[in-house]
Every structure is written in C-alpha cells, then in structure tokens.
C-alpha cells in the first residue's frame, strides 16, 4: 500500500479533505508533527507522497530557533523534487516547495510596499487549461489565508492567480503547490479564526474573527463541491 506522509507545523492544521481522498484512494495515511521535533521520514520513494501543510512560519524562519524542522524539510523537498517524485503543497507547504526549487519567497507588499494580507473566503482565479482544473468553472471561492506570496517556480505551470497574489496554484512536474486552502471544513476555519485572530484582525480588521466565524460554515458547504473536485484531480495528477 502507497503512503502519504503529511508534514504538520501547527497543532491545529492536518490533511483534512487531502486524507479522505487519499483514504479512498488506498493510501495509508501518516501525519508527522514536525513542529514538535518528530523524525521526518527517511524511506519514502517514488510511489509515496509528500504532503506539506501550513502554518504561521515563512520561509524567513528557515534557520531560525523557532522552527528548526523548516530546514530538514526543504532538504527532503529539494530531494523529491531533484528526482520527480510527488508533493503536495498547501499554503506555507507551497512556498517551501517554490523555495527549495529555487523561487523566491516573501512577504506581499502594495505598489506603496504597505503589507498585503489575504485572509477569508474569496475569488481564486484559473490560469489557462490544465487536468487538475478540468470540469471547473473560470473562478471558484476558496478560503484564503496567508500574508506571503513566491514567484513562479522554473519549469513550473501556473494554474491559478488572484489580484493579490499572482501565484496562487501551480504545477512542477510530479509536484503540486496551493497558496489557499481548500482541504478545511467550516468548523475547522472557525477554529483557525480563535487560534491565529491577530493574523486575522491584522488582515480584516478588528471584526474579522467574528465576521469570518459567522461565513465559514456556510461557505464551507457552499465551495464543497468545487474544492473536492479540485483536490482529487490535484492528487491523481501528481500521483499518476
């Protein structure tokens, strides 16, 4: 049975929809809670998948104190992605991957270089045709949730946009990265509104957590169709 290994930099943000799909699709799941110091895996090959998560980290905290498992991680990744062997990114996920491939990462500025946060559920925007948008609308609502942004990866398709932040979804080979997230449920984004309000308020003011909590169940049911369709063409493309 092919494994999944997710790679988890905060408590409260697993696979979520990733793992039902996977789930469904025969993979054995394993979460490894990086942020806690636990080993990554060192027997991972061609048939197994990388998944890495989110989290309040930025790839300005490789090296640093804080997060000291950011480092190994890009190390795995640049490894993985050297032979073409499938990863899934997911928001800080996606950055690491655009980082060890050699994009650069920071913080999303204004043209008066005021900081940009996106944070809530909004427009995601697709670029051109590709077989994880297939059967998709143009544009679909996604919950965004991220105040740094890359560049394009070389060799890499864009695969979606939005004003904000031009890179939002692209392909690298076998590799897949989203700055957005389309994985959590309605329950799950109140939650992450309670633990990370000061990003939020940050972002949207000081009603954002409760206007945010208010929208998300619905929302969340509203977008399930789309993000689901989404996710698992995302899966089968990188895992083909």
């Known amino acids: 049975m092919p494994r999944a290994v997710c790679l988890t930099n905060v408590a409260h943000e697993g696979p979520g929809m990733l793992g039902e799909l996977l789930t469904e699709a025969g993979y054995q799941i394993e979460v490894v809670e990086a942020f806690r110091g636990v080993a ?19 790839v300005a905290d490789i090296g640093q104190p804080s997060a000291p498992w950011l480092a190994p991680v890009v190390e795995l990744l640049r490894a993985r992605l050297a032979k073409d062997w499938p990863n899934v990114g997911v928001c800080l996920g996606m950055q690491l991957i655009a980082h060890a491939a050699g994009a650069k990462v920071a913080p999303m500025t204004d043209a008066e270089g005021r900081r940009q946060r996106e944070v809530g559920w909004g427009r995601l925007d697709f670029v051109g045709t590709d077989i994880i948008t297939r059967g998709l609308p143009a544009s679909i609502e996604v919950l965004h949730w991220h105040g740094d942004g890359c560049e394009l990866p070389k060799g890499a398709e864009l695969l979606a946009s939005t004003p904000v932040c031009p890179v939002q979804m692209f392909r690298l080979g076998r590799s897949f990265g989203m700055q957005f997230h389309p994985e959590i449920d309605g329950p799950t984004a109140c939650l992450w509104a309670e633990e990370d309000a000061e990003f939020v308020q940050a972002a949207n003011g000081p009603e954002g957590v409760a206007r945010l909590q208010a929208a998300s169940p619905e929302a969340a049911q509203r977008t399930y169709a789309h993000r689901r369709r989404l996710l698992s063409q995302a899966l089968s493309a990188v895992t083909a």
């Open 40 to 58: 990554l895996p060192a027997d991972l090959g061609e048939n197994d998948l990388l998944i890495v998560m989110g989290g309040p980290m930025g």
